[in-house]
């Protein structure tokens, strides 16, 4: 079997066997002859963790990637194939004048990828809180394999975000909304109060803190009812040229190829900030203002939660650390000191000054309490924040170090978490803190695979 790579090259491996099953009896003939092995599922492989690691098989769900719309009700739905990718169901569902919900950043994931990590865009709640049926292939409580329609309780809230652990998603169902329009325009804040405050007018908004000129922008974002802008067109083009294409070369000449620290300061204080157009508002359909091109260019994410109640200090926490970082004498609070020292941090955040230049926009977004065991933002909180730090530096051994520490801080000093797609350097003893559901979700999930077939050494590791 060929070497198996992940979009960011961070994750490969080699699996015994591959397969594409085209039905659910050949899916149900793979559980059986995998009883006593192990099973993973690849998607389009889109994330950073090493949740799709199998040394035994690894099934590829191409095949089910049916759309199936259901418009006889006032509240349409739509029950999707586990292996179709959310831009082919956007596209799908435009068709007929509708979208989803809630739409991530990235659409080249397959929906039971983008589920089961949690995936989400701003403003709404995550993609996995939407699902109101998720049909898996799994195992009976005897060993033997099934296929199971699972609609409600505590197992539809743990199937929402399953990690793959619960079986194989053959399809899920989740509702549709009518498609509409977005008023957008980007807004400089001199601070993150700044842009926090423009949430009650542009509550599908998220901003950005731009690293070395240590301003905020905000890419305010409302439902609109005017029709499209005679200018969209044109501010699409100035989007891809500009930032998707054009910023992302700047960024990898100056970090990556050229590996000029000063450069990539002047970058951001000089030259990036010209890049954005304040006055400029244009109104253009959800599913084109909503995502990006992300996937042009490999680079490497990390993405921390943290309660919408800590996102001030947790954003002031940042500044420190990136400043730091790159060899400014930035200091905490003595009480944030002593909090990381007690979580054995603190040495970690004395040896980082000096180490890593951060050289990409940190991207802050607003997502709403899910109903799920085990989404990231599930729990408690009324809404959490995601902040997100991407790399386009290889070798990426002082990201690395960088990351590890946010991602322990966010942890220790805000009951935070960390993306499950994305790269995640915790254990298990730190996520037993994060979330109160896991041994619901736990007992949940061995009803499915009393087994553990579905787990592998990621899952072993963090569950």
């Given amino acids: 079997m060929a ?40 998607g389009a492989r889109h994330a950073w963790s090493d949740a799709i690691v199998s040394g035994d098989v690894l099934v590829d769900m191409r095949h089910f990637n049916h759309v199936e719309i259901n418009e006889d009700s006032d509240a349409p739905t739509v029950t999707v ?33 983008a589920t089961a990590t949690g995936t989400h865009g701003s403003g709404r709640h995550s993609l996995s809180h939407y699902l109101t049926a998720v049909r898996l292939a799994c195992y009976r409580p005897d060993g ?15 199937a929402r975000c399953s990690l793959g652990c619960m079986g194989i998603v053959v399809s899920v169902t989740l509702p549709c909304v009518r498609q509409y329009q977005i008023e957008e325009r980007a807004t400089p804040c001199a601070t993150i109060d700044d842009a926090l405050a423009r949430e009650e007018s542009s509550p599908l908004q998220q901003f950005f803190l731009f690293p070395h000129l240590w301003q905020y922008f905000a890419q305010e974002r409302r439902v609109a009812e005017t029709p499209r802008s005679w200018s969209a067109p044109l501010y699409r083009a100035y989007w891809f040229c500009g930032l998707d294409f054009g910023m992302h070369v700047a960024i990898k000449g100056t970090a990556a190829w050229l590996r000029s620290r000063p450069l990539v300061r002047l970058l951001f204080r000089s030259l990036l900030p010209r890049c954005i157009f304040p006055g400029w508002c244009v109104v253009d359909r959800s599913d084109r203002m909503l995502v990006m091109e992300h996937e042009l260019f490999r680079h490497l994410e990390l993405e921390a939660f943290v309660p919408d109640r800590h996102i001030r200090a947790a954003a002031r926490f940042v500044e420190v650390l990136l400043k730091r970082a790159d060899g400014e004498d930035a200091s905490l609070e003595a009480d944030q000191l002593r909090q990381l020292d007690e979580a054995g941090l603190g040495h970690a955040f004395r040896e980082l000054r000096g180490r890593y230049t951060h050289h990409y926009p940190v991207c802050f977004r607003k997502i709403l309490r899910d109903d799920t065991l085990l989404s990231m933002a599930s729990g408690e909180a009324d809404a959490w924040y995601s902040i997100s730090f991407i790399t386009y530096v290889e070798p990426r051994d002082d990201f690395y170090a960088f990351a590890e520490l946010i991602a322990g801080s966010v942890v220790a000093l805000f009951g935070g978490r960390i993306h499950w797609g994305k790269w995640f350097p915790l254990d298990r003893r730190a996520i037993e803190t994060m979330y109160p559901d896991i041994e619901q979700f736990r007992n949940v999930a061995r009803n499915f695979d009393p087994h553990g077939v579905f787990r592998n050494r990621f899952t072993d590791r963090v569950l």
């Fill in 3 to 42: 070497t198996v790579r992940n979009f960011g090259r961070n994750v490969e491996f080699r699996p015994r066997e591959f397969a594409s099953p085209a039905s659910e009896q050949e899916l149900l003939g793979i559980l059986e002859a995998t009883r006593n092995g192990r099973i993973r599922v690849v």
């Fill in 81 to 113: 194939g586990g292996g179709c990718q959310v831009k082919r169901l956007l596209k799908e569902l435009n068709r007929r004048g509708l979208t989803l919900p809630s739409v991530g950043l990235i659409t080249e994931q397959t929906i039971a990828g």
């Fill in 144 to 158: 033997s394999p099934a296929m199971v329609d699972v609609t409600e309780g505590d197992e539809l809230r743990a």
